[in-house]
C-alpha cells in the first residue's frame, strides 16, 4: 500500500525557514513525480513545487526563488526548503506521488505551515 507521510510544518515568523519532508512508502517505481501543494480553507489548492526522477523541477509562480524541492531517490523522500516565508504561504501542505507530473495518484495527510507577520 502506498503511503505518504508529510513531516516540518509549524510556526515561524515572517522571514523564517521551514523545510517539509515526505516518506513515501510502499512504492517501487524507478520513474515518478512528487509534488508539493498548498490550501487554506475555503481556498483553491495551490501547485507550489513538483520533482521527478529525472531531476526536472517546477516551481508555482509565489515561491519561485524562495523554495527549493528536492527528491532522495535512495529513500523516496522528498523536501522542500521554504525560506524568506511569508504571511501568505500560511497554508497546509500536501505532498502528492504521481506516475508523471501531470498524473497523480496519491496525497498525504498534509503538514501545517504557519508564517506570522
Known amino acids: 500500500q502506498v503511503r505518504l507521510e508529510e513531516s516540518g510544518g509549524g510556526s515561524v515568523e515572517s522571514g523564517g525557514s521551514l523545510r517539509l519532508s515526505c516518506q513515501a512508502s510502499g512504492y517501487t517505481a524507478s520513474r515518478y513525480c512528487m509534488a508539493w501543494f498548498r490550501q487554506v480553507p475555503g481556498e483553491e489548492r495551490e501547485f507550489v513545487s513538483s520533482?521527478?526522477?529525472?531531476?526536472?523541477?517546477t516551481y508555482g509562480e509565489s515561491v519561485k526563488g524562495r523554495f527549493t524541492v528536492s527528491l532522495s531517490n535512495v529513500d523516496n523522500t522528498l523536501y522542500l526548503q521554504m525560506n524568506s516565508l511569508k504571511p501568505e504561504d500560511t497554508a497546509m501542505y500536501y505532498c502528492?506521488?504521481?506516475?508523471?507530473?501531470?498524473?497523480?495518484?496519491?496525497r498525504g495527510q498534509g503538514t501545517q505551515v504557519t508564517v506570522s507577520s
Open positions: 502528492q506521488l504521481g506516475f508523471a507530473c501531470d498524473y497523480y495518484f496519491e
Open positions: 520533482v521527478d526522477t529525472d531531476g526536472s523541477t
